[in-house]
């Protein structure tokens, strides 16, 4: 069995993103689908500081897309949700199921 550490918020958020835009999961595509789903617009640095560190942690994958004339013959780094990505996200949607029925139940006694 693999131990999984829980994701953060914003782990959940970047993993969300990137398995939303499968074949077009890049930078500006990426960050725009994490602006959707969070209601915030994070600066690229952080942006990629996120998705290096789901890589290194073998939550997604990136390979190099092909070159692109509006990007003056440069190419794109492409992201791709990994299985261990797909269980983690899982497992986030597990945990988050439970917070919430727990918050019902604490906000129904304060009631």
Same mark, same amino acid.
């Given at each position: 069995?693999?131990?999984?550490?829980?994701?953060?918020?914003?782990?959940?958020?970047?993993?969300?993103a990137v398995s939303g835009l499968p074949g077009n999961a890049y930078g500006v595509?990426?960050? !725009?689908? +994490? *602006?959707?789903?969070?209601?915030?617009?994070?600066?690229?640095? =952080?942006?990629?500081?996120? &998705?290096?560190?789901?890589?290194?942690?073998?939550?997604?994958?990136?390979?190099?897309?092909?070159?692109?004339?509006?990007?003056?013959?440069?190419?794109?780094?492409?992201?791709?949700?990994?299985? !261990?990505? +797909? *269980?983690?996200?899982?497992?986030?949607?597990?945990?988050?199921? =439970?917070?919430?029925?727990? &918050?019902?139940?604490?906000?129904?006694?304060?009631?």
């Amino acid at each position: 069995m693999v131990v999984m550490r829980e994701l953060t918020l914003y782990e959940t958020i970047f993993l969300l993103a990137v398995s939303g835009l499968p074949g077009n999961a890049y930078g500006v595509t990426i960050r !725009a689908e +994490v *602006a959707r789903i969070s209601g915030r617009m994070i600066p690229y640095g =952080t942006l990629y500081s996120y &998705l290096d560190q789901l890589f290194r942690k073998g939550l997604v994958a990136k390979a190099l897309g092909g070159p692109t004339s509006e990007r003056g013959g440069r190419s794109k780094i492409l992201y791709e949700i990994t299985p !261990a990505g +797909v *269980a983690a996200l899982k497992e986030a949607a597990r945990i988050q199921k =439970t917070v919430n029925l727990s &918050l019902e139940r604490f906000l129904k006694a304060e009631a």
